[in-house]
């Protein structure tokens, strides 16, 4: 084949490749959804938080005392002569061991007795437990223990 063959030969092969590419290219392009002019667009952040606002107006706020969020969880009374310190995660599988086993008869034998009083620490490993501490400080502190041995005892299907 001599040169200017060849030549002739990817003339319509060319020529194919440029209207394929064109056609794609016009498919694509009209597929997209027009967009609406800048001045008449909402951004839907805003319209969400007027929303909410209005809400607002309509229900009534829960307020929840930061003081008391972070104030020291005790179980038992703080006047039994001892103490007991306990800092756990809620993700760590010691811990909730210790909780679904343990906890329970000390509880009985020394806290329930007024023998001794336990002050609980948050020790978050993770983010998942980080999360757990804080909606458990948000409940009211008669509820809170409750809470905590009900996380420890469901570690299996709520921490991993």
């Given at each position: 084949?001599?040169?200017?063959?060849?030549?002739?030969?990817?003339?319509?092969?060319?020529?194919?490749?440029?209207?394929?590419?064109a056609a794609a290219g016009w498919y694509f392009y009209s597929q997209k959804t027009p967009q609406e002019p800048a001045d008449h667009m909402s951004t839907p952040h805003v319209e969400e938080q007027a929303e909410a606002e209005r809400a607002t107006d309509e229900t009534q706020l829960v307020e929840i005392d930061t003081a008391a969020a972070i104030s020291d969880r005790i179980l038992g009374d703080p006047n039994a002569p001892i103490k007991i310190s306990e800092h756990s995660s809620l993700t760590c599988g010691h811990c909730g061991n210790f909780h679904k086993?343990?906890?329970?008869?000390?509880?009985?034998?020394?806290?329930?007795?007024?023998?001794?009083?336990?002050?609980?620490?948050d020790f978050p490993l993770n983010g998942?437990?980080?999360?757990?501490?804080?909606?458990?400080?948000?409940?009211?502190?008669?509820?809170?223990?409750?809470?905590?041995?009900?996380?420890?005892?469901?570690?299996?299907?709520?921490?991993?």
């Open positions: 084949m001599t040169d200017s063959t060849k030549q002739k030969s990817l003339v319509p092969l060319l020529l194919l490749l440029v209207v394929g590419i086993g343990t906890f329970k008869e000390l509880k009985k034998r020394l806290i329930d007795t007024g023998k001794a009083y336990l002050v609980f620490s998942p437990a980080m999360h757990a501490s804080m909606v458990a400080r948000c409940l009211p502190q008669d509820q809170y223990f409750d809470f905590l041995q009900m996380l420890f005892e469901t570690q299996d299907e709520c921490a991993y």
